[in-house]
């Protein structure tokens, strides 16, 4: 069965360091998806990506963060100048299509601790 | 503000009794309800969904979750639990935002099953 798989599954960074989270997405789904889940917090959306461009966005998804489809299979999560407070579980999730019936598929997740 | 909540924070069960794990909703429209599963160190794993018709859904693992317009309730069940059902619990809510949906999760629900 297809899955979204997620690189590193574990980064530690220094405060200010620019660190890029790695996602491979099913392979025919056409939506991206990132969310955080700070611990112990609930699961928070952070942008959604649709024809390499960004359709929507949250308040946490500010100027430090990036979003890029590099190529036909990656999809990727840049924060530029890491906080402490970046650190949180990030998911990468894909969909096949956009409308909110349909379910989205969430990788295993990429542990960011920003020391 | 369109949300979802789990007056729950741990649920303990007896294995082999039944489980309810609670949560409401609040949105505008249609609401397209989901119900995901974390194992520790896993990613969010689907269960089940609701998008319309038969108010009780059938999901995996034995879990069904029960639709109640009138109490905005989507509570999740399963007859008998079993000690391998201990995990965080999350209900979400797909929202529609410019033709792109995004989830919106409670803040998670953990299920314990004594044995």
């Known amino acids: 069965e297809p899955e979204v798989t997620q690189t590193p599954s574990h980064q530690v960074t220094q405060m200010g360091q620019e660190v890029i989270l790695r996602c491979v997405p099913i392979?025919?789904?056409?939506?991206f998806y990132w969310y955080r889940q700070i611990l112990g917090q609930k699961v928070e959306f952070l942008v959604s990506?649709?024809?390499?461009?960004?359709?929507?966005k949250s308040e946490i998804f500010d100027d430090q963060f990036s979003v890029e489809r590099p190529d036909g299979s990656n999809f990727t999560l840049k924060i530029r100048s890491t906080k402490l407070e970046d650190s949180a579980m990030y998911f990468c999730?894909?969909?096949?299509?956009?409308?909110?019936?349909?379910?989205?598929?969430f990788g295993p997740g990429t542990r960011l601790l920003v020391l | 503000a369109q949300s979802v909540a789990q007056p729950e924070d741990q649920v303990n069960v007896a294995e082999g009794n039944p489980l309810t794990v609670k949560c409401t909703y609040s949105?505008?429209?249609?609401?397209?309800l989901f119900w995901y599963v974390q194992y520790p160190n896993r990613g969010l794993q689907f269960l089940l969904k609701?998008?319309?018709?038969?108010?009780l859904v059938k999901g995996s693992y034995g879990f069904e979750a029960e639709f109640n317009k009138s109490q905005t309730s989507f509570h999740l069940k399963k007859p008998s639990a079993l000690v391998s059902d201990s995990a965080l619990y999350f209900c979400?809510?797909?929202?529609?935002?410019?033709?792109?949906?995004?989830?919106?999760f409670g803040a998670g629900t953990r299920l314990a099953v004594h044995p």
């Open positions: 999730a894909s969909i096949v299509r956009a409308p909110p019936q349909e379910t989205q598929y």
């Open positions: 392979s025919n789904h056409l939506y």
């Open positions: 990506f649709y024809n390499n461009e960004i359709s929507e």
């Open positions: 949105v505008s429209g249609n609401p397209y």
């Open positions: 609701y998008i319309t018709g038969d108010n």
């Open positions: 979400a809510v797909s929202l529609s935002a410019g033709g792109y949906n995004k989830l919106i």
